[in-house]
T-cell receptor
Framework: NAGVTQTPKFQVLKTGQSMTLQCAQD?????MYWYRQDPGMGLRLIYY???????DKGEVPNGYNVSRLNKREFSLRLESAAPSQTSVYFC????????????FGQGTRLTVV | KQEVTQIPAALSVPEGENLVLNCSFT??????LQWFRQDPGKGLTSLLL?????REQTSGRLNASLDKSSGRSTLYIAASQPGDSATYLC????????????FGQGTRLTINP
């Protein structure tokens, strides 16, 4: 059972470069999320998608865009990376009939130099 | 605004002890509360989900309780083992803005052999 799969696991970018983080879930969940985790800041929600076809901003959306490609896939794009976006990024999914339990991917460790 | 607090930030105990981790939240209007475990460099693993109508949930040596009216949850770990060493996070799903989990900062637990 794959659960929530994120790619890549590690990435180093130069300031100003762009990249897309990919996330896919195989649990037939309606909702998907992108979080970032920083020391001392905890987990902060960047964007979420309550259902296929919808996306909404979370706490820290600036500098990011998202696409809910279909029910399974939710991507996060950094258009012009900045050192402040150095972080660990987690994708999560939740919510299907009878359950709102959330499941997380293994994370993407991103360094912007 | 919902806020979640976990105290202490770190805890170190000898192997074999029973221990309690605490989670408090400011707004009792929640759908559920979820406990996660995070190993260093890894993603979050769901441990237990307690619905707002429930008082407790058990899984193996873990027991989570919920007192919604007082805004508190505890995670009880029986007969602790070195393999239990990890960071434990709690998260609530508010009724207002139900798509967004709100996380505590976590308790870093070390079990000493």
């Amino acid at each position: 059972n794959a659960g929530v799969t994120q790619t890549p696991k590690f990435q180093v970018l130069k300031t100003g470069q762009s990249m897309t983080l990919q996330c896919a879930q195989d649990m037939n969940h309606n909702s998907m999320y992108w979080y970032r985790q920083d020391p001392g800041m905890g987990l902060r929600l960047i964007y979420y998608s309550a259902s296929e076809g919808t996306t909404d901003k979370g706490e820290v959306p600036n500098g990011y865009n998202v696409s809910r490609l279909n029910k399974r896939e939710f991507s996060l794009r950094l258009e012009s990376a900045a050192p402040s976006q150095t972080s660990v990024y987690f994708c999560a999914s939740s919510t299907r009939a009878g359950s709102t339990e959330a499941f997380f991917g293994q994370g993407t460790r991103l360094t912007v130099v | 605004k919902q806020e979640v607090t976990q105290i202490p930030a770190a805890l170190s105990v000898p192997e074999g002890e029973n221990l309690v981790l605490n989670c408090s939240f400011t707004d009792s209007a929640i759908y559920n509360l979820q406990w996660f475990r995070q190993d260093p460099g890894k993603g979050l693993t769901s441990l237990l989900l307690i619905q707002s109508s429930q008082r407790e949930q058990t899984s193996g040596r873990l027991n989570a309780s919920l007192d919604k009216s007082s805004g508190r949850s505890t995670l009880y770990i029986a007969a602790s083992q070195p393999g239990d060493s990890a960071t434990y996070l709690c998260a609530v799903r508010p009724i207002q803005g139900a798509q967004k989990l709100v996380f505590g900062q976590g308790t870093r637990l070390t079990i000493n052999p």
